[in-house]
């Protein structure tokens, strides 16, 4: 019954159980008796019978009591006035049996209804012998007979809720596996983060102190260097100190992904004629075209744009030394292109230089705002890198 009211709202649910329990004793009655004592307690039970079917769900051991009451009231009224009613009238009352033992959870309410019904049965049979001397009409067997499976309507209701909270429960239990195994899976993701930004604080960050403080011990040496040397050591310093504060950044997220936002101010295209300045200052040969137009660029796509740029410079002076780089950054319709071309080195490369995700760490951040990457040799011995970014993905 609970089921077939979980499938319809509350109104369709009711009326189809009033259909469905009080017409069968409407279209058996004509068979067993039609006198007019008859259909008078008969309707008059129906009646009485409808209004606490409705209030089931919310009283449902007043509402078996009730109708009990109602059902006994209509029994004896009729056999005192020499009329039968059809067996089918013990119908709502095993629906309403149903719904005490799958609706009432607490065991004083259901005996109370329960002793109560006894009572009343008690002195329903005492009413009737007093009503009647017919042994036709007074109730005997066939009463015990009718209300001998009433029992099992209860034992029914009871079954189907004790399915419904072991449903519950089992389904509060997978429900919180789920959380414990999220919760569990977040903590050992935090603590490998954790260990990731330790290694990289005592490996990395390390050695890049060092650098950064024998480049500013040159620096103050700087009058007994060549000029050449002095520019090559001011730009040591200031890439140091910059890859510092980026990667105090990155520690700080790896730590707690919470505390996320920069201390160092984000790079973005404003500040790539500055990169291609550093690259010069490398010895490098750098030229660079940008449209001007590009402020209003979102700032996770002018980061991408800058990675990408910056990587590929590092990727020029590390395979093609000397070689002359050429960086066009322009925007076209919902789209910001990237693209970087180096022909030739002219010496010979760094060998075992790197670790060999440049590419694949390019691939990955232009993927996350939703671009393409695309990289490969040039017909003149050269490398050619370019990045498609899409704005609209990014909020613009």
Known sequence: MNEFEGRWPGWGADAGLVVLTFLPPLLSQPYVDTSAPAWASLMMYEALGMVVLLLRRRLPAAAFVACFAALLGALVGSAGAGAKLSPLVFLPLAVLLYNLG???????????????????????LWLNRLTTDSGDFQGGLDVLAALAPMPLAWAMGFAARTRQTLLASAEQRAADARRAQALEAAQATQRERARIAGEMHDVVAHSLTLLVVHAETLRARGSELPDWARAQVDGLAAA?????GELRDLLRMLRDPADAAPLQPVPGLGELEALLESHRAAGG??????????????????????RVVQEALVNARRHAPGAPVRVSVDGVVG???????????TRRGTAGAGIGLGLISMEERVGAVGGELTAGPTGEGGFRVVATLPLESAGV
């Open 102 to 124: 799958s609706r009432c959870a607490s065991w004083r309410r259901t005996g109370s209804a329960v002793l109560g019904a006894i009572v009343l049965g008690v002195a329903g």
């Open 240 to 244: 140091g100190r910059q890859s510092g």
């Open 285 to 306: 040969v750098a030229e660079l075209t940008m449209d001007s137009a590009l402020e209003s660029v979102p700032g996770a796509v002018q980061l991408a744009g800058y």
């Open 335 to 345: 789209e910001l292109r990237c693209e970087v071309v180096n022909g030739p080195g």
